[in-house]
Structure formats: C-alpha cells, structure tokens
C-alpha cells in the first residue's frame, strides 16, 4: 500500500479563494482533514471532495492531533493538516512535525497567506515605503504563552518599523500603552478584525484611542493590531525603482 506524505497547508486569512492553488488542490485530493476549526472557518473545506472525512483539533491536545494524523496515515489516507493563515506563523507546527519526525513519518508544507498581508490588502497600504519604513515586524504581546524578553513589544516598537502585532486583541490596553511610548499617541494604527471574512472591518484609528474603539466595538480576538507611519504615507514617498532618474539593468535612466 503506498502511503503519501501529511501535508501541512496554510488555509490563507479566511477567505476560501484566498487559500493558495496548491492548498486547494491538496483539499480536493484529501480523504482526511484535521482543521483548526477554532480559527479556519468551514468555508475554507468548500474544497474538500465528496466523502473526505474532516474534523477540528479545537478540542484536542497534541498527541490527539498526531495519533489522528497517524492513524489515516497508516490507512494510506492522504492526509492534509489544515493551518490558519501561514503554518510558519504562530502555527504551532513544530511540535507536530517532531512528534511525525520520532515516528519517521514523511510529511511536506504549504504555505498560506498570512492575515497581515490580506489586512494591507484591505488597507491598500504598502508596509515598505521608501523614506518611511523598510521593515515589517511580526509580534505579539507576552501573555498566557510568553515573548522572550529581548523580543518585548516595547523593544520592538522603539524600532519605529511597520509593525503586524498578532494575538494580542484581549490585551489592547496595554498594547496602546507600548505604542503610545514608542510611537507616539497619535500615531497611526489600524486594528484589522477578521480580515477577508465576511465580519471583516478594518478601522483606522489613532494608538491613544486604540483600546477604547476596541472595546466600543466588542473586538477582543481574532484581529491584528498594525501600526507604522506608513499607515499615512502620501504620494510623494516613490521607490527610485520605477523613477525615470535611475537606471538599472533593464532600463536606462532618462
């Protein structure tokens, strides 16, 4: 019986079409899907063929989740592991995949688009604006699972970067505080909720009345925190890439 690699995919921001092709297809071919039902909403599995079995690791532990991946597996099941956003990013994977690694079960990834990108989307911002900002930062505030202290949200805010801060709507306090003291009050943020979802509302704020319209709008999950002064970049901040003033290999300054 041939048996095929599980296959970690991302199931993108929330959106079905927003998930990648070859997640997709990865769906269609699947005959068990374990899902993280608490943030991939059920209209991602539209793609999922008749007859797949699927169910949500919401209420399992780990050694639930690798023992149901196992056993379909073993079947000679094709297995798909179904991931928020991108697995890479707060997808708790690693674990997974050393549990499969002891076993020596073959497994492969795909990646998804992350909500931060769907949010700039939404925004129609560009994180990297020459002049502004050439970084983005992904974070989240230390809580119940703890942030090195060399990577604190206040460190990395005094770099005055574009910034996605993930997971941390239940603490948008304090979070308001560190960018206030990094970026200034009124700095300009953005709380993107459910970004893609047909709930998606994407409010453009101030960082001195983040928390206040966070909580006027009952949002305390399932929404990125981004701030940076790209947020009001204007026009005149243009790459030299597409400026007649310079050249490169494929074109000639003029």
């Known amino acids: 019986m041939e048996k095929q690699p599980i296959i970690f995919s991302g199931a993108g921001p929330g959106a079905p079409d927003l998930i990648t092709v070859r997640g997709m297809q990865a769906l269609e071919q699947a005959d068990y899907i374990l899902y993280a039902g608490s943030l991939v909403p059920e209209a991602v599995l539209t793609w999922a063929k008749n007859g797949a079995i699927m169910e949500t690791s919401a209420g399992m532990h780990l050694d639930q ?29 690693r674990e997974q995949m050393g549990k499969l690694d002891a076993m020596d079960i073959p497994y492969e990834v795909i990646p998804g688009v992350t909500a931060a990108f769907a949010a700039a989307a939404a925004l129609k911002a560009e994180y990297t604006v020459p002049g502004i900002s050439q ?106 890439l597409y400026s007649k003033h310079f050249s490169h290999g494929y074109r000639e300054e003029s």
């Open 135 to 240: 970084t983005l930062i992904f974070t989240r505030i230390s809580g119940r699972t703890p942030v090195p202290e060399r990577e604190s949200l206040l460190s990395l805010a005094s770099h005055q970067a574009s910034m996605a801060i993930y997971l941390s709507s239940g603490m948008a306090e304090e979070v308001g505080g560190i960018l206030a003291t990094a970026y200034g009050p009124r700095a300009p943020c953005a709380i993107a909720y459910k970004v893609s979802h047909p709930e998606q509302n994407i409010i453009l704020t101030s960082v001195d009345k983040l928390a206040g319209i966070m909580e006027e709008n009952k949002i305390n999950r399932h929404a990125l925190i981004i701030a940076g002064s790209f947020l009001e970049a204007k026009g005149a901040a243009q790459s030299l």
């Open 65 to 93: 989740m690798v023992e149901r991946m196992v056993l379909a597996y073993e079947k000679g099941q094709r297995v798909v592991r179904l991931h928020t956003g991108d697995p890479s990013l707060y997808g708790a994977v």
